[in-house]
């Protein structure tokens, strides 16, 4: 499958220091890509360079197979985008606002705006000043604006970022629905790391303006095997009780009082009791999984994801 976006040793230098340094970057056609990364970690300027707003200090960005410069109209057509907090005329309607914008672009289809504003739920709406809009909604109407003319990126820059869980339920059906029903390839940077989780198929990790791993979520929960994670005072005598008794020899001590089993053929129930009658105090046990969250601060913290 082919990069429908591409970034070869992009690097943005601001007084000397680098902001974003050497990202190399595949973005495949028709799927999700979530760049996540702490705050300052370079997300935001990646974006923009992305969307020509800044200009690089060196490297290329490759978008649909041709090289982004500063003439490239052509390419911006074929492309939606949202970064940071989007901005409208507030004294002016949800409708009134996309008009304008299709007017600014030469783009002129009232259905398309129709479409845009029943995909994102704000039909009932679009004769309300966005003055009065929440941001999810106005959240909501950015994404309307983005997707209007049914471009083939979609560039959002933390699109989730201060909405409630149900403004954020609505935009990852959202997302989902333009990856697997449009085609739209999207590229969203975030650092709720469970809601990309949920979205991506492709992550790439930044940190300090560098990108230090690029990987597919599939990947990921292969490795995400399930474990049981004890926790009790007495790890000597109940790592004895696991392996003697129940005959558990998968376990991993990895403190002074938790346990993690990864023979998962024993029920947690008959782990607990056993436990128990052998006069081990259990502190808390539970079945656990390795998630997103995992692997990112593993990564982050310059390890692999491990066991």
Do not use: W
Not at 18 to 42: E, F, Q, R, T, W
Not at 262 to 275: F, H, Q, R, V, W
């Amino acid at each position: 499958m082919s990069d429908i976006i591409q970034l070869r040793n992009l690097t943005k230098t601001y007084e000397g220091k680098d902001v974003v340094s050497n990202v190399n970057m595949h973005v495949k056609k028709g799927k999700i890509y979530g760049v996540l990364g702490p705050n300052g970690a370079g997300k935001t300027t990646l974006f923009r360079m992305i969307t020509n707003l800044v200009k690089p200090s060196s490297g290329e960005v490759i978008i649909l197979g041709d090289k982004l410069t500063s003439k490239s109209y052509e390419l911006f057509k074929r492309m939606g985008s949202i970064i940071e907090y989007p901005v409208f005329y507030d004294l002016l309607t949800a409708r009134e606002n996309l008009e304008l914008h299709c007017e600014y672009i030469g783009y002129y289809n009232e259905d398309a705006i129709d479409q845009a504003l029943d995909l994102v739920q704000l039909k009932d709406f679009e004769g309300k000043a966005v003055k009065d809009f929440s941001l999810g909604m106005k959240q909501r109407l950015g994404i309307a604006r983005a997707v209007i003319t049914k471009p083939e990126i979609l560039i959002l820059d933390e699109p989730i970022n201060g909405l409630d869980p149900v403004g954020i339920e609505l935009l990852r059906n959202i997302f989902q629905m333009l990856s697997k029903e449009y085609g739209m390839t999207l590229l969203i940077s975030s650092h709720i790391l469970a809601e990309v989780e949920q979205i991506a198929d492709t992550i790439g990790i930044m940190k300090d303006g560098k990108l230090i791993e690029e990987v597919a979520m599939e990947s990921i929960r292969l490795q995400n095997m399930k474990y049981i994670e004890l926790r009790t005072s007495d790890v000597k005598k109940a790592a004895f009780i696991l392996n003697e008794t129940l005959k558990i020899s998968n376990f991993k001590v990895l403190e002074n009082t938790t346990i993690r089993i990864y023979d998962m053929t024993i029920p947690l129930g008959e782990i607990s009791k056993a436990l128990v009658l052998n006069d081990v105090l259990v502190e808390a046990i539970k079945q656990k999984d390795h998630s997103l969250e995992d692997y990112f601060l593993k990564i982050i913290n310059g390890g692999g994801i491990g066991v």
